[in-house]
């Protein structure tokens, strides 16, 4: 990362733009800091920032996944025809019947990651589980949970 400084005010940039002559930089001295791009300009990566982003992670993670006690549970899935259902409106309810039945329903469940990275495989935070009643329970219970109203309002 280097560290240029243009018309007055100072820019990070990469090698490869300067050896591209991308930039007629004033003045530019090597870092050994390191940068990382934040929105539209580059920010120093420190320990706050890596707070930040791990906090980030798992503020995206609780989105889209919700806690049981057979694991964390994708809101959305893909299906085997490469749809897309939600699991609780769309596959809860057919997944409660067939226990209710007696008949057992296995489902992908997710271990939490660190959030020291971004995860792009999944596969290895997945395990098969068998559906309890439990389970079920829980399910109905942050469904329940979802429709809540969010009062935004503070009381005074």
């Given at each position: 990362?280097?560290l240029?400084?243009?018309?007055?005010?100072?820019k990070?940039?990469?090698?490869?733009?300067?050896?591209?002559?991308l930039?007629?930089?004033?003045?530019?001295?090597?870092?050994?800091?390191?940068?990382?791009?934040?929105?539209?300009e580059?920010v120093?990566k420190?320990?706050?920032?890596?707070?930040?982003?791990?906090?980030?992670r798992?503020a995206?993670?609780?989105?889209?996944?919700?806690q049981t006690?057979l694991?964390?549970?994708r809101?959305k899935?893909n299906?085997?025809d490469?749809?897309?259902?939600?699991f609780l409106?769309?596959?809860l309810?057919?997944i409660?019947?067939?226990?209710?039945?007696g008949?057992?329903?296995?489902?992908?469940?997710?271990?939490?990651?660190e959030f020291?990275e971004?995860?792009t495989d999944?596969?290895p935070?997945?395990h098969i589980e068998v559906?309890?009643?439990?389970f079920i329970?829980?399910?109905f219970?942050?469904?329940?949970n979802?429709?809540?109203?969010?009062?935004n309002e503070?009381e005074?």
């Amino acid at each position: 990362m280097y560290l240029g400084y243009q018309n007055g005010k100072i820019k990070f940039y990469t090698e490869e733009e300067l050896d591209a002559d991308l930039y007629n930089l004033d003045e530019s001295v090597e870092t050994d800091d390191e940068y990382v791009l934040d929105g539209d300009e580059y920010v120093l990566k420190d320990a706050e920032w890596e707070e930040k982003e791990k906090a980030r992670r798992q503020a995206e993670f609780e989105k889209e996944f919700f806690q049981t006690s057979l694991g964390w549970i994708r809101r959305k899935v893909n299906m085997a025809d490469g749809s897309t259902k939600d699991f609780l409106s769309d596959l809860l309810p057919t997944i409660s019947m067939a226990v209710q039945m007696g008949t057992p329903v296995n489902i992908i469940a997710y271990d939490e990651p660190e959030f020291d990275e971004d995860v792009t495989d999944w596969t290895p935070y997945q395990h098969i589980e068998v559906v309890t009643a439990q389970f079920i329970q829980e399910c109905f219970l942050q469904l329940s949970n979802d429709f809540l109203p969010i009062n935004n309002e503070e009381e005074e």
